[in-house]
């Protein structure tokens, strides 16, 4: 065989092993992988803070006014029943006193990993 082609043979392996690779860890990866944490801390900061505060304890300054009032997002109460779920229906489509916030599924992602990863017990 010709060096070069078994270059290009050893090459088109590595790659294609390479790829496999890739598509392993995108399957093994858990659903909120899809989520960009660093974006939804920007996206928390513009559309939740006012009421579920910057530690999420749900004391914005326009938490106050609220019945019920925004749970404690950062408590480990909340996230023994949370779900990514529920989390995207309230952003989506609101819960409560909580009005619809955001219905592009990319920001609901980066939310939801935010919030996994800030607040999360
Ligand atoms: C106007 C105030 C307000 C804003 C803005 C707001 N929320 Fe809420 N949120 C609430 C209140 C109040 C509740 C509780 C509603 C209830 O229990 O009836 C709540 C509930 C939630 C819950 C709990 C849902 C569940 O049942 O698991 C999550 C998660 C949440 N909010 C996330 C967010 C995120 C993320 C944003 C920003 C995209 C946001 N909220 C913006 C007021 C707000």
């Not at 860890?25 to 996206?43: E, T």
């Not at 513009?46 to 404690?72: N, R, S």
């Not at 409560?96 to 800030?118: C, F, N, R």
Request: glycine share 8%; with cysteine; charged share 20%.
């Amino acid at each position: 065989m010709e060096p070069r082609s078994n270059d290009a043979a050893n090459l088109r392996a590595r790659l294609a092993f390479a790829l496999a690779l890739v598509a392993v860890a995108a399957v093994a990866a858990p659903a909120d992988a899809a989520g960009d944490a660093a974006r939804g801390k920007l996206l928390y900061g513009e559309q939740c803070v006012a009421c579920h505060g910057a530690t999420g304890k749900g004391d914005g300054p326009a938490a106050a006014a609220l019945t019920p009032p925004p749970p404690d997002l950062a408590g480990s109460a909340y996230w023994k029943t949370a779900s990514e779920s529920a989390i995207a229906t309230a952003i989506e489509k609101g819960h409560g006193s909580m009005p619809p916030m955001d219905s592009d599924p990319q920001d609901v992602q980066d939310l939801i990993a935010y919030l996994e990863q800030a607040f999360r017990k």
